[in-house]
T-cell receptor, first 111, second 114 residues
Framework: SQKIEQNSEALNIQEGKTATLTCNYT??????LQWYRQDPGRGPVFLLL?????KEKRKERLKVTFDTTLKQSLFHITASQPADSATYLC??????????FGSGTRLLVRP | DTAVSQTPKYLVTQMGNDKSIKCEQN?????MYWYKQDSKKFLKIMFS???????INETVPNRFSPKSPDKAHLNLHINSLELGDSAVYFC?????????????FGPGTRLTVL
């Protein structure tokens, strides 16, 4: 069956360190993969999209990698700040125009 | 100048009632969506409309009926509410179906059925 898996346990790191979040998927062949940020009580906000022919994408302190062989994407936040604390969702395109989301990983950055 | 807005933000109601959630986007997008986020935080698509035409209709009970009066609005009407309908409902939009990959979400409506 098709699955998107993100670590359900919160990731707790010290300010200034690099946070790395993982998204694994099975039985999908997505043309692209996206990452969203969700704060409590708010809707998800789009952060980055990476296509299947791209290995890596960067935006300011954010970096995403996409390994279609491993069926995995890694999302990195360098020089993390307490303001980066949120839940991060990965999403990929399923069949028929549907965007399929993982359950998200909560990131806590301690000052 | 909110991009995607939803009303109400909170909705508390009794089982068996009928309720509606409204969504409006001012981004000029052609495509709109309804998602349900359950207590385990899974965000699952329910419906999608493109230029007022239904594109995606997931396996959702027919008590849920979306209505798109124009491409800037997508409302969700729920009949005979059940306890299991309690969740957060998000409206979203994207520029069009070919650029559906970037979606803009509303703030969500937390529905509690008692």
């Amino acid at each position: 069956s098709q699955k998107i898996e993100q670590n359900s346990e919160a990731l707790n790191i010290q300010e200034g360190k690099t946070a790395t979040l993982t998204c694994n998927y099975t039985n999908y062949s997505p043309a692209y993969l996206q990452w969203y940020r969700q704060d409590p009580g708010r809707g998800p906000v789009f952060l980055l999209l990476i296509r299947e022919n791209e290995k890596e994408k960067r935006k300011e302190r954010l970096k995403v990698t996409f390994d279609t062989t491993l069926k995995q994407s890694l999302f990195h936040i360098t020089a993390s700040q307490p303001a980066d604390s949120a839940t991060y969702l990965c999403a990929l395109e399923g069949s028929s125009y549907k965007l399929i989301f993982g359950s998200g990983t909560r990131l806590l950055v301690r000052p | 100048d909110t991009a995607v807005s939803q009303t109400p933000k909170y909705l508390v109601t009794q089982m068996g009632n009928d309720k509606s959630i409204k969504c409006e986007q001012n981004l000029g997008h052609d495509t709109m969506y309804w998602y349900k986020q359950d207590s385990k935080k899974f965000l699952k698509i329910m419906f999608s409309y493109n230029n007022k035409e239904l594109i995606i209709n997931e396996t959702v009970p027919n008590r849920f009926s979306p209505k798109s009066p124009d491409k800037a609005h997508l409302n969700l009407h729920i009949n005979s509410l059940e306890l299991g309908d309690s969740a957060v409902y998000f409206c979203a939009s994207s520029q069009d179906l070919t650029r559906r990959n970037t979606q803009y979400f509303g703030p969500g409506t937390r529905l509690t059925v008692l």
